[in-house]
């Protein structure tokens, strides 16, 4: 059941201004809106409830509870040039402004750390306005509870976090330190280019779309769901699923490792390192552009299909209870061993070495 009303929070804290709360005044300018990727039409009959307009000092945190749709967003730089500001709006199809009541919005001066705690507030989300970018050099601390989604566009902090139940995480060109995402049942969706450390850890139904991300270290846990991504740019990436599909786009870095205990994996791979993958029962496709490490890939009990353009220079080592090799493929120095149920063929394809396992 969706109750009346929606949250946005569009927030940035750069300068070095005063400091102080101001309740219930409206901004000077218009702030832009975003919206979460449920429920993308808002309904003309929401209705402003409440503003509040926080006067903040850098290198704070921004902390919120909230059962219901937050967004985050950036203030236009040219409009708002002291960037010492965080504006905070709550809109809802009940004008009602007791609705309000139930919502704290505070700037803790001690702790740099802005608040927005609700335990009575459901809200939906509202329409895309503005779209702008700036820098911002709060740590982000997001939880919301039930249906609540949450989305963040836009943004550089020093650390992000995010938690929600069912609801919808979407995270869109993010530049921080440290990306830490959950979920429990709502699905994460990484739009443009993450940067920064990042896990990922989902439970429950969970799907976890990623369009490109770039950092140091990527560990990505989901359940049940599918695990899609599209670029991952990392020194060690580790990707697992419990029972979903892992699809992977291009891959580059220094060491991968994937996991898929029941389902399907997929990978298009090119790095400086190594590669590995597992699966217990489900498929493993990969095309390997390029490598100078190792590439390890196994499955229990599914089968491997492992593609590599005519360039490569590697050795191979392919074992299961069926081997099939394309005959465009010249294997040198080419050894078949033959067991009660298995069959190992081992080559090289000019030098260097490549091992593929496969087990059906």
Not at 117 to 131: A, E, R, Y
Not at 168 to 189: E, M, Q
Not at 346 to 352: L, R, T
Request: glycine share 8%; hydrophobic share 35%; net charge positive.
């Amino acid at each position: 059941d969706q109750l009346p009303g929606w949250c946005y929070l569009a927030g940035k804290a750069l300068a070095r201004s005063s400091r102080g709360l101001l309740k219930g005044k409206k901004s000077p300018h218009q702030v832009g809106l975003f919206t979460s990727h449920a429920n993308l039409q808002d309904p003309k009959t929401n209705k402003l409830l409440k503003e509040w307009t926080l006067v903040v000092t850098p290198f704070g945190l921004l902390k919120a509870r909230l059962p219901c749709h937050i967004t985050v967003g950036p203030l236009d730089p040219h409009k708002y040039p002291d960037s010492d500001k965080v504006f905070v709006a709550l809109k809802g199809r009940d004008s009602n402004p007791d609705s309000a009541s139930d919502l704290l919005v505070n700037y803790d001066e001690a702790r740099k750390e802005v608040m927005i705690i609700s335990s009575g507030v459901d809200v939906v989300p509202g329409p895309l306005v503005g779209d702008h970018w700036v820098r911002i050099l709060l740590h982000l601390d997001i939880k919301t509870s039930g249906n609540g989604s949450v989305k963040i566009e836009e943004m550089q902090c020093a650390n992000c976090k995010v938690e929600t139940e069912k609801g919808a995480s979407v995270l869109k060109s993010i530049k921080s330190h440290k990306i830490d995402l959950r979920a429990k049942g709502g699905n994460v969706t990484c739009l443009g280019t993450l940067q920064g450390n990042t896990d990922i850890l989902v439970s429950q139904e969970s799907n976890v779309n990623i369009e490109k991300l770039q950092g140091s270290s990527i560990n990505v846990t989901s359940e049940n769901g599918l695990l899609k991504a599209k670029y991952l740019y990392a020194n060690s990436s580790f990707l697992t699923s419990a029972a979903g599909d892992i699809l992977l786009g291009n891959v580059h870095g220094k060491r991968a490792k994937k996991t898929s205990l029941k389902q399907h994996f997929s990978t298009k791979y090119s790095s400086e390192g190594s590669l590995k993958a597992f699966t217990y029962r489900g498929e493993i496709n990969a095309y390997v552009l390029r490598q100078t490490g190792e590439v390890n890939l196994v499955s229990q009990e599914g089968s491997i299909t492992l593609k590599v353009p005519a360039t490569l220079q590697t050795s191979l080592k392919l074992s299961g209870r069926k081997v099939e090799i394309n005959p465009e493929i010249q294997l040198q120095e080419m050894q078949t061993v033959s067991s009660e149920d298995r069959v190992a063929v081992m080559g090289e394809v000019f030098q260097k070495w490549f091992p593929n396992k496969k087990q059906n």
